[in-house]
């Protein structure tokens, strides 16, 4: 065995503090959810939002801006 290996003698000073509580990706809680509308800040327009699809990756069908979340 070598001598440089003393069982025991470790000084554990570690906090452990961390608690876990970051938003996450996309925002955590914060983030729209499963309902809600896609708004054309332009021209008003109004759609569902289609789930899996940011509204921001949508233009408006009548003005060709880009849709934002409601």
């Known amino acids: 065995m070598n001598s440089n290996n003393r ?7 570690g906090g452990g503090q961390g ?3 970051g938003k996450g990706r996309m925002g955590g809680a914060r ?9 054309c800040t332009k ?3 109004r759609e569902s939002h289609e789930r ?5 990756q ?6 060709g801006t880009t849709l ?3």
């Open 43 to 45: 021209c008003g327009h």
């Open 58 to 63: 949508k233009k408006c069908p009548q003005c």
């Open 7 to 13: 069982s025991g003698s470790g000084r554990g000073m």
């Open 68 to 70: 934002i979340r409601e």
């Open 31 to 39: 983030t729209a959810g499963v309902g809600g509308n896609c708004v």
């Open 19 to 21: 608690m876990g509580q």
């Open 52 to 56: 899996g699809v940011p509204c921001m």
